[in-house]
């Protein structure tokens, strides 16, 4: 009889120590927020018209760990760590690239932007390469954002690149404000894409990608 009720004692305990460890999952799991990196409005648009032909804007990756749905974070040191309570609404280069087409669509810079999916036949295709998406604490909390930036002759069958350009942006923030992360990633990725739009601007891309040539 003493060894029977030892063992529903001990079966109770770990019964109890597992449904427990699923209550503490399951609170934890509530208390996760995810967020979508923001861009701002484009601050300027074409006066001139369009300068490039159309685009559709095709894959953007992201290098590892950035392709993380948790955010990354710097840690003192340099390491890289993944916070469990706030992330990405989907997938980090899914939620940059739509953010991207619609900045790059603001901005008039392409007479059009279309989605890979579309039927319609374009001369040019962008592409990005997300190498930097993470909280630093190293030196004061900053959200960063590296973005690499291709744009493609679609009309070459090696998909020839007519222009590639990176920028990063530091975008410090409050840790006590649970929003100030979020919104200091898409301060920077603003930042990043206005970078990026100025130095379309001014490249030196060949006539078959110019709007309106012949």
Do not use: H
Request: charged share 20%.
């Amino acid at each position: 009889m003493r060894y029977q009720c030892f063992w529903i004692l001990v079966t109770a305990v770990l019964a109890g120590g597992c449904f427990g460890g699923k209550t503490v999952q399951r609170l934890a799991l509530a208390r996760r927020r995810t967020f979508v990196p923001e861009a701002g409005q484009a601050v300027r648009r074409e006066k001139e018209g369009p300068r490039f032909a159309a685009a559709k804007i095709r894959t953007f990756r992201a290098l590892p760990p950035f392709d993380s749905r948790a955010f990354i974070v710097r840690r003192a040191g340099g390491e890289y760590v993944t916070d469990f309570y706030n992330g990405w609404l989907a997938p980090p280069q899914t939620l940059i690239r739509s953010q991207a087409a619609r900045y790059l669509a603001d901005a008039g810079i392409f007479q059009a932007i279309y989605d890979a999916g579309a039927g319609t036949v374009v001369p040019l295709g962008i592409e990005g390469l997300v190498s930097g998406l993470y909280l630093d604490y190293t030196d004061g909390p900053a959200a960063v954002v590296s973005l690499r930036l291709l744009v493609l002759d679609e009309q070459s069958p090696q998909f020839r690149v007519l222009f590639d350009a990176e920028r990063e942006a530091r975008e410090p923030f409050d840790p006590a404000n649970k929003n100030a992360a979020s919104e200091a990633f898409g301060a920077a990725f603003t930042k990043v894409l206005s970078g990026l739009t100025a130095a379309l601007r001014e490249a030196d891309l060949p006539r078959q990608a110019l709007a309106y040539s012949p």
